[in-house]
């Protein structure tokens, strides 16, 4: 009987930590902080009417709360 060996394709790319468990990355408080002015502004934009200038005073908001610790 003929042992088989498997041959590791070429095209796949091979793990270079198996045993590591995975880390997942969090969101930085930059990204969040940005996303909520964001939406924040357009809400106040789709209030007045003016969706431009709430989406660019939503990311100016957003911006200035990231900075913060």
Not at 20 to 47: C, D, H, T, W, Y
């Amino acid at each position: 009987m003929t042992e088989e060996t498997s041959i590791p394709d070429a095209n796949e790319p091979e793990d270079p930590q198996p045993d590591r468990p995975s880390k997942q990355a969090e969101p930085s408080r930059n990204s969040s902080a940005i996303g909520v002015g964001i939406a924040l502004g357009v809400a106040f934009g789709v209030v007045f009417d003016n969706l431009a200038v709430g989406i660019a005073i939503g990311v100016a908001l957003g911006a200035a709360f990231s900075r913060r610790k």
